[in-house]
């Protein structure tokens, strides 16, 4: 029954030979008319059958068996789950290098177009500003040769007279001191 106990099977051995024994005994009595040889075969075998169910309880309370056999198939689908997570962990981990390389070169990349771009828009900027200067000057040179920057008649300026610093005082007026009068 019990594969790694020797002492559950002896034991369940001496109780079916106690069985057998008592179904001796009963028989036996029964036989000779004999009450007590009987009810002790009987007893005999109440308690054979009793050790030989208690050992078969004791068997399916402590086989573990299937339980360990269940374990061991959870064991496998964890390891392999936590396997399936690291790959995804080492996935993601080199994605997200992946994309940041990516990221880092497209950086670079717009960085020297910028910089192209502002080049250029400063050439640009320098040559109108160059084209504008040239522009200026020869209108100038032209205003200058039609004689519209020709010094202008002296022309005589009004002369803005100063109030005086200090004027005269007046004399101030005596004020009545009476309730309810006003002015002079």
């Known amino acids: ?18 069985v057998l024994a008592g179904l001796a005994a009963l028989l036996h009595g029964i036989m000779r008319d004999d009450l007590p040889r009987s009810i002790g075969g009987l007893a005999i075998i109440v308690i054979g059958l009793t050790v030989t ?21 959870s064991q496998r689908e964890a390891q392999g789950q936590r396997s ?8 993601l981990a080199a994605e997200q ?5 990516n990221i880092d070169a497209e950086r670079h990349a717009l960085a020297a177009r910028l910089k192209a771009e502002r080049e250029a828009m400063a050439r640009e900027f320098e ?10 000057m020869e209108a100038t040179v032209r205003m200058f040769q039609n004689g519209k920057f020709a010094p202008a008649e002296t022309v005589t300026g009004n002369l803005i007279e100063f109030p005086r610093q200090h004027p005269e005082r007046q ?5 009545s001191r009476e309730h309810g009068v006003v002015g002079p």
């Open 1 to 18: 029954m019990e594969r790694t106990s020797g002492k559950i099977k002896t034991l369940v051995a001496a109780a079916a030979g106690a």
């Open 127 to 136: 040559e109108r500003r160059a084209t504008v200067i040239a522009e200026t």
């Open 171 to 175: 004399p101030e007026q005596a004020r």
């Open 53 to 73: 169910i208690l050992a078969v309880i004791r068997r399916w309370v402590t086989d573990t068996r299937q339980e360990r056999i269940l374990l061991a198939a």
């Open 84 to 91: 399936q997570y690291f790959a995804a962990q080492a996935a």
């Open 97 to 101: 290098s992946r994309l940041k390389q």
